[in-house]
Nanobody
Framework: QVQLVESGGGLVQPGGSLRLSCAASGFTLDYDGAGWFRQAPGKEREGIACINSHDKAEYGDSVLGRFTISRDIAKNTVYLEMNNLKPDDTAVYYC???????????????????WGQGTQVTVSS
């Protein structure tokens, strides 16, 4: 059974950092495309980062320079390192994967095959 499980969310003060994890089971993340998305209350789902089969990353403008996506093949896990967090970063964060070889990743939700259940990130003082 294919499953993605996010973890690492929580409450953090502005300027703080968090690292989200997305653990895969039922398949391997070795070369699949992967992405992180977020959705705040009343807003559409926003793509924030993706990684292609060669581990080349792309980022949304709102997180560029602050967030980093990475992959650990040994742990079958994708990470999202988030630094200098702002209140506007508050949202439910989701990871997703694209099955197969991905030469160019895109942070467009409809292009992803599997999704996790989400983890809440709240940035507040």
């Amino acid at each position: 059974q294919v499953q993605l499980v996010e973890s690492g969310g929580g409450l953090v003060q502005p300027g703080g950092s968090l690292r989200l994890s997305c653990a895969a089971s039922g398949f391997t993340l070795d070369y699949d495309g992967a992405g992180w998305f977020r959705q705040a209350p009343g807003k559409e789902r926003e793509g924030i980062a993706c990684i292609n089969s060669h581990d080349k990353a792309e980022y949304g403008d709102s997180v560029l320079g602050r967030f980093t996506i990475s992959r650990d093949i040994a742990k079958n896990t994708v990470y999202l390192e988030m630094n200098n967090l702002k209140p506007d970063d508050t949202a439910v964060y989701y990871c997703a994967t694209q099955v197969g070889f991905v030469q160019y990743c895109a942070i467009v939700p409809d292009t992803y095959d599997y999704w996790g259940q989400g983890t809440q990130v709240t940035v507040s003082s």
